[in-house]
């Protein structure tokens, strides 16, 4: 589905938009982001999935050539798990 360059920028950033700024941003109408996007939750999600759909066809790759278990070894982010929790300040 289509999703706005300026709603990606803004979610990836953490900055707060309104869906009105983001219509005007993207150069389309507001009828049109809402009639994609009715809700901010489903813009949101949108960009869930689009942030996600790279993993998603990777893991399919993986999972067509590889036993599952040796698949998820291959895309489980070790680092993730192993590296040191940040202190609070």
């Known amino acids: 589905m289509w999703l706005p360059a300026p709603a990606a920028e803004a979610f990836a ?3 707060a938009i ?3 700024a983001i219509a005007n941003r ?6 049109t982001l809402y009639r994609h996007f009715p809700t ?3 813009l949101l ?3 869930y999935r689009d942030r996600i759909r790279p993993l998603r066809e990777d893991a399919r790759t993986l999972l067509a ?3 599952p278990a040796w698949a998820l070894h291959a895309r489980l ?4 798990l192993t590296a040191p ?3 609070r300040r």
Not at 26 to 31: L, R
Not at 77 to 80: A, K
Request: proline content about 7%; overall charge negative; hydrophobic content about 20%.
């Open 18 to 20: 309104s869906q009105d």
């Open 13 to 15: 950033s953490g900055r």
């Open 77 to 80: 982010p070790l680092r993730r």
């Open 45 to 47: 999600e949108e960009f």
């Open 26 to 31: 993207a150069g389309v109408g507001n009828a």
């Open 85 to 87: 929790r940040p202190t």
């Open 65 to 67: 050539t590889e036993s």
């Open 40 to 42: 901010r939750e489903d």
